[in-house]
């Protein structure tokens, strides 16, 4: 069993539309839940840093961690073209000097 | 803030050649850096960790004498890619852990990549 579980996708969706990713894992140790945006050929961009269960907003973007069933989500609304990426979660721990366990992504396309 | 540049954005050699691969974070200090291989439509892989003024520890499988790398300052990592041979063309990407003393965060902040494809 993977760590971490991701759908890759490809998930496609009109603009406008709410978007839910998810991803879930099984090592109850792990203490940060990160997610990251990466285009095409481009490094990944840290989206979302959250380290407790509950929910984070920042714009358009809410994650939303339940560690009691090691489930995390990343919610985007109102999905503009521009939002078509690889979304991966990545979570990390014990520790802050721990090494980061990557999801394999899931592929994102939002239409016109 | 947290911007970290990758120099070259790609480069193609012949087979047998070395290649070096500069990552350097722009407006923060990294004590630690680290060097990933991404393959076509494949999540990162961590080939090496790298941290200022000591040698660097690799993953499993991967091959410390082919993969050199060189932490030498606060906000410079090198890979060198030595005797390139087709089989490692990949994306390769490195990131940054922000320190800020006790705050250290968990979180790394990606370089753009370098695409590497050896003739």
């Known amino acids: 069993q993977k760590e971490v579980e991701q759908d890759p996708g490809p998930l496609s969706v009109p603009e406008g539309a709410i978007v839910s990713l998810n991803c879930t894992y099984s090592?109850?140790?792990?203490?940060?839940f990160m997610w990251y945006r990466q285009y095409s050929r481009k490094g990944p961009e840290l989206l979302m840093y959250?380290?407790?269960?509950g929910n984070k907003e920042d714009g358009r973007f809410t994650a939303q961690v339940d560690k009691s069933s090691k489930y995390i989500s990343l919610f985007i609304r109102d999905s503009q073209p521009s939002d078509s990426a690889t979304y991966l979660c990545?979570?990390?721990?014990?520790?802050?000097?721990?090494?980061?366990?990557f999801g394999t992504g899931t592929r994102l396309q939002v239409t016109l | 803030g947290a911007v970290v540049s990758q120099h070259p954005s790609w480069v193609i050699c012949k087979s047998g050649t070395s290649v070096k691969i500069e990552c350097r974070s722009l407006?923060?200090?990294?004590?630690?850096m680290f060097w990933y291989r991404q393959f076509p439509k494949q999540s990162l892989m961590l080939m090496a960790t790298?941290?200022?003024?000591?040698?660097?520890?690799?993953e499993q499988g991967v091959e410390k004498d082919k993969f050199l790398i060189n932490h030498a300052s606060l906000t410079l990592s090198t890979l060198t890619v030595t005797s390139a041979h087709p089989e490692d063309s990949s994306f390769y990407i490195c990131?940054?852990?922000?320190?800020?003393?006790?705050?250290?965060?968990?979180?790394?902040?990606f370089g753009p990549g370098t695409r590497l494809t050896v003739l």
């Open positions: 790298s941290n200022e003024g000591s040698k660097a520890t690799y």
């Open positions: 990545v979570l990390g721990g014990p520790g802050t000097a721990s090494k980061l366990t």
């Open positions: 990131s940054a852990r922000v320190s800020r003393g006790a705050n250290l965060r968990n979180e790394q902040f």
């Open positions: 407006d923060f200090q990294a004590t630690t």
């Open positions: 090592n109850s140790a792990f203490q940060y």
């Open positions: 959250t380290y407790s269960s």
